[in-house]
């Protein structure tokens, strides 16, 4: 009966959508999620992401995946999986730093494609880890609590990528409609290239 409970509960939260606003708009109304940071706020959110992404660089660090008791295929494929972790880390960290001295919208995009890889990356990990240990309950042990580990940080981090996503989206809206109002105003553009 417990069994069933739980199966209904986790089936009923699988059904609710991840993001709440999913609802079709009109189509003169904004967007109510995007957001365009203004400077100083962005300026903070690149701090807090920052910090964030440090975090869980020392999380990772801390994990010994190489003591694991896989097979050497497994071993092989987790040991790759960890560093591609690590060094999307380092990139999402070299682009934040980037855009700490300049926002550019060709650097904003570097880092959501860093963020996004490294979201991707986490899983693959978190899915390495999840696979069961050969060596005994206490490799599966650890392996598990090592994946725990990772899904923790994905979680920290799912915020920031989408506050980030959202930032991005409203951004890019802000130039076209600036490069658009400009070709307007340009009467020397031919009409084929408004």
């Known amino acids: 009966m417990i069994r069933k409970l739980i199966l209904a509960g986790i089936a009923f939260l699988s059904a609710v959508p991840a993001f709440p606003h999913t609802a079709q ?11 365009l940071m203004n400077d100083g706020e962005f300026a903070i959110f690149l701090k807090r992401l920052d910090t964030d992404v440090a975090r869980s660089q020392v999380q990772l660090k801390k ?5 694991l008791s896989v097979g050497l295929q497994e071993s092989d494929e987790l040991e790759r999986s960890y560093n591609r972790c690590l060094q999307t880390l380092d990139n999402a960290r070299e682009e934040i730093q980037k855009l700490s001295q300049k926002q550019t919208l060709k650097l904003d995009l570097f880092l959501l494609i860093d963020l996004n890889e490294l979201a991707r990356n986490l899983d693959a990990l978190d899915q390495n880890l999840m696979t069961p240990a050969a ?19 994905d979680v920290a981090l799912a915020t920031d990528i989408s506050t980030f996503q959202h930032h991005f989206l409203a951004f890019t809206g802000v130039i076209d409609a600036t490069l658009n109002n400009q070709a307007e105003d340009d009467p020397s553009q031919p009409q084929n290239q408004k």
């Open 63 to 67: 994990m010994d995946v190489k003591s």
């Open 135 to 153: 060596g005994g309950s206490s490799g599966a042990q650890k392996s598990l609590g090592y994946a725990r580990q990772v899904l923790g940080i």
């Open 25 to 35: 708009f009109a189509a003169g109304q904004d967007h109510p999620a995007l957001h």
